[in-house]
């Protein structure tokens, strides 16, 4: 915030994405299991995947990096889905990749909240990837195309341990996305000397 003023206040939707086939269907794509009760839960399942309070710990991180230019993040909602293919390939952007599918589905208006999504990356060897903001280099100008938003692995929030054996994540992932999704460049892109390096 500069001098007290919010510029912005931006909501968040979190959407985790759980290695679960569906209960109820085993043929179904993907399911809603938010609140899934623990007796319908398969007990061998894995449980890796964004917990609630990792959602909160990424707005904290958000609010902590960009308060000071006046944006403030909120949770708006946390919601999870079952679906192996998603949690395996969420994070492929590849024709043969499932992002798509998973951002298509479960975006909710783009132009009011950032869609945040939280399948398995390690397979696609990345921390987390964003769109560009609407109109900015390819990408569409509808405010409300579903393929916004950001996407991270589900275990890169402040003390996940996809970052390496010497110490746990920091949650700057997410961090890092969210100035893509409003714009910004790597300082190294399109050579050194450009503008704003």
């Known amino acids: 915030?500069?001098?007290?003023?919010?510029?912005?206040?931006?909501?968040?939707?979190?959407?985790?994405?759980?290695?679960?086939?569906?209960?109820?269907?085993?043929?179904?794509?993907?399911?809603?299991?938010?609140?899934?009760?623990?007796?319908?839960?398969?007990?061998?399942?894995?449980?890796?995947?964004?917990?609630?309070?990792?959602?909160?710990?990424?707005?904290?991180?958000?609010?902590?990096?960009?308060?000071?230019?006046?944006?403030?993040?909120?949770?708006?909602?946390?919601?999870?889905?079952?679906?192996?293919?998603?949690?395996?390939s969420g994070c492929d952007y590849s024709s043969n990749g499932k992002e798509y599918e998973m951002k298509n589905t479960l975006a909710v208006t783009p132009e009011h909240f950032l869609n945040a999504y939280y399948p398995d990356c390690s397979a696609q060897e990345l921390f987390g990837f964003a769109t560009f903001p609407p109109g900015v280099s390819g990408q569409s100008s509808d405010p409300n195309d579903w393929s916004q938003g950001v996407v991270n692995g589900w275990n890169t929030p402040k003390g996940g341990d996809i970052c390496g054996n010497t110490a746990p994540c920091d949650g700057d992932t997410m961090v890092h996305e969210v100035g893509h999704y409003f714009g910004l460049y790597h300082t190294f892109q399109g050579g050194c000397s450009g503008d704003g390096d």
């Open 1 to 88: 915030r500069r001098l007290g003023i919010v510029a912005a206040t931006v909501p968040v939707k979190f959407h985790a994405i759980r290695n679960l086939q569906c209960p109820t269907d085993s043929s179904a794509t993907y399911c809603d299991c938010t609140n899934m009760s623990l007796i319908e839960q398969d007990s061998s399942a894995p449980t890796d995947y964004l917990s609630q309070q990792n959602a909160q710990d990424e707005i904290d991180n958000l609010n902590l990096a960009y308060n000071s230019q006046g944006l403030v993040f909120t949770l708006s909602s946390y919601d999870v889905a079952c679906s192996p293919s998603w949690y395996a």
